[in-house]
């Protein structure tokens, strides 16, 4: 991970997206593994409201299940919205919570540009952990990695 900050300074650079990550978390449906997870992409692209919120959502079926990061990606991509600026990403854990693998992957492939800066927090203190996807996933899978901005799902 790159490095290590606070939630006053994420909240100083981008006002309400932690508190939109932790709602998504309130909305989490988890009853199988009791772990709720939140996160919330910040847009500034003018076009509808500046987050767009994802929660875990679990099914019986394991496989079904949906994580709080790929939901926000998805609901993103479905809204038609520009390209995030930030996404958060919350649990109630001792240390910041990281995406699964499959959410890492998701995030590095939309993160065409390397931009996008990701905070991973926990609700039981301060701790922060400000990294890029290309930290989160270092030497990704990618199936033309010279196509890559044409494969850009931000519109």
């Known amino acids: 991970m790159k490095a ?3 939630r006053a300074t994420v909240e100083q650079a981008y006002p ?3 508190a939109a990550a932790e709602a998504a978390m309130a909305r989490a449906h988890a009853p199988h593994s009791h772990f709720r997870v939140g996160a919330a992409l910040q847009f500034d692209d003018g076009r509808g409201d500046r987050f767009v919120p994802g929660c875990n959502v679990e ?3 394991y496989g079904l299940t949906i ?5 926000a990606v998805f609901a993103a991509v479905a809204q038609g919205r520009g390209h995030p600026s930030a996404i958060a990403v919350i649990a109630d854990t001792d240390e910041p919570v990281a995406p699964c693998g499959a ?10 540009e ?4 990701v905070f991973l927090l926990t609700r039981r203190s301060d701790a922060v952990r400000e990294c890029g996807t290309g930290d989160l996933l270092p030497e990704a899978f ?5 196509e890559r901005a044409a494969r850009n799902p931000w519109r």
Not at 105 to 112: A, G, M, N, S, T
């Open 103 to 112: 959410c890492r992957q998701w995030l590095h492939e939309c993160d065409v």
């Open 67 to 71: 994580c709080a990061e790929r939901n």
């Open 4 to 6: 290590n900050t606070t």
């Open 16 to 18: 309400g997206l932690i």
């Open 59 to 61: 099914s019986d079926v």
């Open 114 to 117: 390397r931009r996008l800066h």
């Open 142 to 146: 990618a199936l033309d990695a010279d």
